[in-house]
């Protein structure tokens, strides 16, 4: 019913007799979309749908190449259910209106550990399409294993070499790397910061809790250092007006011996160019001060000394350049909009584009 329905207004599509093939090889393959207010378990009432190919590397290379018979596939260029496929292909979406948020909802169906870090591919058949697949992040043009297409999309899930993450994002869960940073963007990654902070600040120098939790850790940017897996590191960042302020740093005595800390610092210094940043200023212990000389900080002619919590400290500062591709009000809006630290990838408000504006503004009573 619904290839029928399809049909009436995407001529061409292949026989029900093909898609029932590519279902009976990889039922993850057709996913029927239905407005929540029509769904009943008992009388199920789908209206539209969305398609995907889970190519092997064969069938992803004829797509880019332009050989792929789309409306009859092979099933010997797909991969079965529990394989993971080379590439994922956008068969076929028909979900007009509101329905088109359906769409969304089934690229979580493919966000599954076997499909999530598979790049998803599709070609625009209608203007309508192609605005939609724009809107998603996808990009027109790509190359796979020699061939080369600049009419086929592509939406690059596949996570990058970590040397060109930055270095504030690196962290990749269930992925063994020695040690790596992410910003804390959730209720439990604060957590975890907390945790490693009461370990080291609290539990090893005695420090009372209302002085290492100042008031100051929800106006702030926290990096979250792990060892492997482990929460072991964190680092607090404050900005101000014409300079950022790096505070908190603390390692688990366990880690020590990982140079997380320089990572940790490394990172904050990127995090701050990358906002624009061209000072940034510190407050070291005195014993310290070499130490943070490693980055280029120096104390300034003009540096007062202070103490708090029975440590003696000094100001320190470090001159840099603002990031290329820093974050300014001249960027791109949804650059703007995207996740703390996560400027490098489309955000969810981006995918959210591809919807009809059905509120365009609220209706003010005088």
Known sequence: MLMDRARQDLPGLGANEAVHRVVSHNPDSFWAIARRENFSSRERRPEGFQAYLMLNHDGLRQLVAGTFKGTDPDTSLLASQHEKPAGIYIWCTHAW?????GMSLTLQKISTPIYRDVDVYSCASTPEGKYTLEGLGFTCGCTYDGAVSETVYKYTRSQPEAASRPLYDNYVADE???????????????SRVFSVRSAVYMAEQRCP???????????????????????AACLRIRYFAGFAKLERLAVRKEFRGHKLAQQMIRAGIEMCRMKGYTRIYGQSEQSLVEWYGQFGFRVPNEARELSFSEFGFVEIVLD??????????ESDPYVIIRPEGRWHTPGILEKSAARDVTRPGAVRQA
Do not use: W
């Open 97 to 101: 209106g509101a329905l088109s948020g």
């Open 176 to 190: 063994a790397a020695a040690s790596s940073v992410t910003v804390a963007r959730t209720m439990e990654e604060l």
């Open 209 to 231: 809790y209302g002085e290492e939790f100042d008031g100051n850790d929800f106006s702030a940017t926290h990096l979250l250092g792990y060892a492997g897996q482990e929460p």
């Open 320 to 329: 840099v350049t603002a990031h290329p591709d820093a974050v300014s009000i």
